[in-house]
């Protein structure tokens, strides 16, 4: 029941918030289809092992969610860097949206 409810919640308050942020990012900085796969992919990848870790830690995903809905945690900082899809979704939400244009 816990574990449930923990994985509720940061599904609402955490995963959910991302990719609404994510989805209107990419519609504001025209993102290319490679850069819209490789975000897709990150969140495919890693929400359900955030679900998993929160329902394993409970008070993680608690202090996760309150951070990520007032701001003391950056959505970026929950991600796993060294996944190069999750950088990209990380770049993505860190720049504001800004896409690297080559010139």
Do not use: K, Y
Not at 15 to 24: D, F, H
Not at 36 to 51: D, E, F, K, N, Y
Not at 70 to 99: H, K, R
């Amino acid at each position: 029941m816990l574990s449930e409810m923990t994985a509720w919640f940061i599904t609402m308050f955490v995963i959910t918030p991302i990719q609404s942020e994510v989805q209107s990012h990419l519609q504001s900085a025209n993102a290319s289809a490679e850069t819209a796969r490789q975000v897709q992919q990150c969140i495919s990848t890693h929400g359900p092992q955030l679900i998993e870790r929160a329902g394993q830690e409970p008070m993680w995903a608690v202090t996760t969610a309150i951070g990520v809905t007032i701001g003391w945690t950056a959505p970026a900082q929950i991600l796993d860097q060294s996944d190069p899809n999750c950088a990209v979704l990380a770049n993505l939400l860190q720049d504001g949206g800004q896409e690297n244009q080559g010139s």
